[in-house]
Nanobody, 126 residues
Framework: QVQLVESGGGLVQAGGSLRLSCAAS????????MGWFRQAPGKEREPVAA????????DYVDSVKGRFTISRDNAKNTVYLQMNSLKPEDTAVYYC???????????????????WGKGTLVTVSS
């Protein structure tokens, strides 16, 4: 069973950048497909990006394509989300999640993930 801890959230002005990190422990990191999700106030949790166990495949939801980049460092058991050109509508709690599968299907529904971090808050001011 893997434990996930996110960091890197904060307050940023529109147009700015943040990099989120998610450190994994307690499992074999390379058996997990990883994803970032977010939940804005009053809204359901939604997928943002996903990355395959081998780092060779990534996928994004349309609203973040060209602005966000997901990556992972398997040697450090860490997955990242680089967020550029941030918009007020990106304000949310961002969650890291893992699914114990190497099958690649791209971004997954939150119900398809096995393990979750506690989240980190990103606030984008206008």
């Amino acid at each position: 069973q893997v434990q996930l801890v996110e960091s890197g959230g904060g307050l940023v002005q529109a147009g700015g950048s943040l990099r989120l990190s998610c450190a994994a422990s307690g499992g074999f990191f390379t058996i997990y497909t990883m994803g970032w999700f977010r939940q804005a106030p009053g809204k359901e949790r939604e997928p943002v990006a996903a990355i395959s166990w081998s780092e060779s495949d990534t996928d994004y939801v349309d609203s973040v394509k060209g602005r966000f980049t997901i990556s992972r460092d398997n040697a450090k058991n860490t997955v990242y989300l680089q967020m550029n050109s941030l918009k007020p509508e990106d304000t949310a709690v961002y969650y890291c999640a893992a699914v114990q599968s190497r099958s690649w299907i791209g971004v997954r529904d939150p119900s398809g993930m096995d393990y979750w971090g506690k989240g980190t808050l990103v606030t984008v001011s206008s």
